[in-house]
C-alpha cells in the first residue's frame, strides 16, 4: 500500500518575537537561518544570540537542500499519516520538520530532501517542509 501525504492547507505557525524575518522571507519562496557575526556558525532554530559564543546572530539565505537524519511515520489510528523528521541542512544544522509529496514509506534515513513550502490557514505564512529530491 502505498502512503500519500495529504493534508492542506497546515495550521499557521506561531510567529515568535524576533522570527518575523523569518517568515517575511518564507512568504517571498526564502529560506532564512541564523549566522553568528562572531563565529560564523549556522544555527537552528534561529536565536538572538550564537548558541556557541553568545554572538550576536544575523539571517542568510540557505540553500533549502539536506539529508534526513532521522524519521517517524505517524500514522497509527492516524487518517492522514504525516511523516516528522529531523533533516540535516548542507549548512550541517538539524531541524525538525516535515517530510511531504512522497510515499511515505519510501523514505530512508539518509535521504537527500529539499525545502518546500506549504500555504498555511488563514493569512499564516508558508511553513518550510521537505520532499525527496
Ligand atoms: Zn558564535
Known amino acids: 500500500m502505498t502512503m500519500m501525504y495529504q493534508p492542506n ?4 505557525p506561531v510567529i515568535e518575537q524576533g522570527s518575523q ?7 517571498e519562496g526564502k529560506f532564512l537561518i541564523k549566522y553568528c557575526k562572531s563565529c560564523n556558525q549556522p544555527h537552528w532554530y534561529p536565536r538572538t544570540l550564537c548558541p556557541f559564543c553568545f554572538g550576536e546572530t544575523d539571517w542568510k539565505e540557505a540553500s533549502g537542500k539536506g539529508e534526513i537524519y532521522t524519521l517517524s511515520v505517524m500514522q497509527r489510528g492516524n487518517p492522514n499519516p504525516y511523516c516528522i523528521a529531523y533533516v540535516k541542512l548542507d549548512e550541517g544544522v538539524t531541524m525538525m520538520t516535515q517530510i511531504v509529496d512522497c510515499d511515505l514509506e519510501s523514505l530512508k534515513i539518509g535521504m537527500k ?21
Open 113 to 133: 530532501v529539499k525545502l518546500v513550502f506549504k500555504p498555511t490557514e488563514g493569512d499564516g505564512p508558508p511553513v518550510p517542509m521537505f520532499t525527496p529530491i
Open 21 to 27: 524575518p523569518f517568515w517575511e522571507a518564507a512568504k
Open 9 to 12: 492547507p497546515y495550521p499557521a
